[in-house]
């Protein structure tokens, strides 16, 4: 089997990992790793023994494909000089700063047959995997991702950093158009919003709030789901997955507090959990989702196979995060200085 030429542009804090993990496949030929960080371009390509490059342009006629882990703000420019030559490209969550780049770099991959796969690597988290393998249509979902500050994805605000991540997996769970969306957010470091909130309401009647944060002192991802079938709680942290669902009793026949004896009624609250709802936690530690996602890349550009997280989902969670930047515009406050508050950066695309 011929080996896939690849290539890693930007090789900062995830691109190196890209580049690791890349190098360590059998089937993969990492030709290459390019970043204008020269020193960091050498150092990377000599920890793996790949060639380092201080510009991206000579890779374009060595390889076959090539991950794209440059600043949000450049990846538009990047990824479709590959697309352009029909090269095959996964590039970082999220897809573009814009829906109008992202869906460039769709039509790009769609005109010139080249697979493009977006890096939402949530949708490799064992947690979520489980209980996308489970019935749940879900009525309600609640997602928090809180972090501290990194210094990084200065080009972007939390929406497009982190919460973009949520609406990439709602979006991949929940089908059918958004109805409505309200959103706000606030700035602690610079002129984008650090923390955002957002109310997410489809057409199917599900509603979804969201929260991101990177100035949170305690790193939490969660999610949490309800649905006819039950309840499922993630901890994409830990990989793990709470499932909680009606016993089959309960689901034969119901449950209706009124209609219990005393007795029963006063043991309810201590056989809840025991009876009535049956609890299972799954932990799944031992998943690289990093090597998941790549893999799959590299599976799906030798199968010709559209990728699980394909440019059109990347391209609809940024539609979504746009219009939870637009609602944040419209947010008034009053009787609070304007300097402390979420000045909103309306990006001229967004307006
Ligand atoms: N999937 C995830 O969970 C996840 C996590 C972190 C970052 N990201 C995404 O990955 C991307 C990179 O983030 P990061 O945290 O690694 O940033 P980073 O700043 O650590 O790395 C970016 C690298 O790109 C290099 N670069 C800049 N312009 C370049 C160019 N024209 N050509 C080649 N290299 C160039 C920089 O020198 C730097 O080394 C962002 O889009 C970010 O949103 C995704």
């Not at 496949?25 to 970043?35: E, H, S, Y």
């Not at 794209?68 to 999220?94: M, N």
């Not at 109310?199 to 509603?207: D, K, L, M, T």
């Not at 969670?317 to 000045?343: D, H, K, N």
Request: glycine letters at 8%; hydrophobic letters at 45%; charged letters at 25%.
């Amino acid at each position: 089997m011929e080996r896939l030429r690849m290539a890693v542009v930007g090789v900062g804090h995830l691109g190196k990992e890209h580049a690791r993990v890349l190098a360590g496949m059998p089937d993969v030929d990492l030709i290459g790793v390019a970043d204008v960080n020269v020193d960091q371009a050498h150092a990377v390509a000599r920890r793996i023994g790949a060639q380092a490059f201080s510009e991206y342009w000579p890779l374009l006629n060595l390889v076959d494909a090539a991950c794209i882990a440059v600043p949000t703000s450049l990846h538009e420019l990047v990824a479709a000089d590959f697309l352009r030559r029909g090269l095959h490209v996964l590039v970082e969550k999220p897809l573009a700063p814009s829906l109008q780049a992202a869906q460039n770099l769709v039509e790009l991959a769609d005109r010139h047959g080249a697979i493009l796969q977006v890096g939402h690597i949530e949708r490799f988290n064992p947690a979520f995997e489980e209980i996308q393998r489970r019935p749940l249509h879900p009525r309600y979902i609640r997602a928090e991702r809180l972090g501290g500050f990194t210094g990084r994805s200065c080009d972007i605000g939390a929406v497009l950093d982190l919460m973009i991540h949520d609406l990439d997996l709602i979006l991949a769970m929940v089908q059918g158009p958004v109805r409505t969306v309200d959103s706000l957010g606030i700035n602690v470091f610079g002129g984008r919003e650090d923390i955002a909130s957002a109310r997410i309401q489809f057409e199917s009647g599900c509603v979804a709030d969201v929260t991101a944060s990177r100035a949170h002192p305690v790193p939490c991802r969660n999610m949490h789901i309800w649905g006819p079938e039950g309840y499922a709680g993630l901890d994409f942290a830990q990989r793990r997955v709470t499932l909680v669902q009606p016993s089959a009793e309960v689901r034969k026949n119901g449950l209706d507090p009124t209609k219990l004896d005393p007795a029963s009624r006063a043991c309810l609250r201590d056989e809840l959990f025991v009876r009535h709802l049956e609890t299972l936690t799954l932990e799944r530690k031992n998943q690289d989702q990093l090597t998941c996602e790549l893999r799959h890349f590299v599976d799906c550009v030798r199968a010709g196979r559209q990728p699980k997280v394909s440019g059109h989902a990347g391209r609809d969670a940024v539609a979504l995060a746009e219009r939870i930047l637009a609602g944040m515009s419209r947010q008034t406050w009053t009787g609070i200085p304007a300097e402390l508050l979420f000045s909103p950066h309306v990006d001229q695309e967004v307006a």
